[in-house]
T-cell receptor, first 112, second 116 residues
């Protein structure tokens, strides 16, 4: 299982772009990268998932370099409601034996 | 997107009683379901992995006789905390992964257990 490393916490202001980088040096060939958001007393919410290059959806972008040893979650124009813990996870899809292990996550605080 | 529900959302029980938590995938069939527990300000800790129709696989340090998991159908898994004690008080979260197209893991809203 690939281990992930993220900054423990980050601060930013409303309207700014926030980039959270995750390191996963031991990522395997069939591993995907998934990011989740968690608010207090709620289950994690899926944000975005990717395998390589760039993925964009309505809430975020995910940048993955060619070596796939890291990934960056980009949140455009954050608001106060984006204050949460963000988890970067690496795991193999299409495998019934695959399980996702959570790291410490990044606690993002957005200020007015 | 895929929806996973949990019931109850919170439960308070007396020490020594057993508590059952249900996890359902509402709009997809889940071959595999996972159970996590989370303490305040901490990350999620995987407790066990269950595949429909087979015995659950428990992580090291998790007592299988204490935390009984049943995955009887492709849409339902249950976690029973037997003879609960105050140290079992925690936030329990389940997740489900689909059989084919929906391989992403989706999480339930969590169940807050308080054992008095």
């Amino acid at each position: 299982l690939a281990k992930t490393t993220q900054p423990i916490s980050m601060d930013s202001y409303e309207g700014q772009e926030v980039n959270i980088t995750c390191s996963h040096n031991n990522i395997a060939t069939n591993d995907y990268i998934t990011w989740y958001q968690q608010f207090p007393s709620q289950g994690p919410r899926f944000i975005i998932q990717g395998y390589k290059t760039k993925v964009t959806n309505e809430v975020a972008s995910l940048f993955i370099p060619a070596d796939r040893k890291s990934s960056t979650l980009s949140l455009p124009r954050v608001s106060l409601s984006d204050t949460a813990v963000y988890y970067c996870l690496v795991g193999a899809l299409y495998s019934s034996a695959s399980k996702i292990i959570f790291g410490s996550g990044t606690r993002l605080s957005i200020r007015p | 997107g895929a929806v996973v529900s949990q019931h109850p959302s919170r439960v308070i029980c007396k020490s020594g009683t057993s508590v059952k938590i249900e996890c359902r995938s509402l709009d997809f069939q889940a071959t595999t379901m996972f159970w996590y527990r989370q303490f305040p300000k901490k990350s999620l800790m995987l407790m066990a992995t269950s595949n429909e129709g087979s015995k659950a696989t428990y992580e090291q340090g998790v007592e299988k006789d204490k935390f009984l998991i049943n995955h009887a159908s492709l849409t339902l898994s249950t976690l029973t905390v037997t003879s609960a004690h105050p140290e079992d008080s925690s936030f329990y979260i389940c997740s489900a992964r689909g059989t084919s197209a929906q391989e992403t893991q989706y999480f339930g809203p969590g169940t807050r257990l308080l054992v008095l």
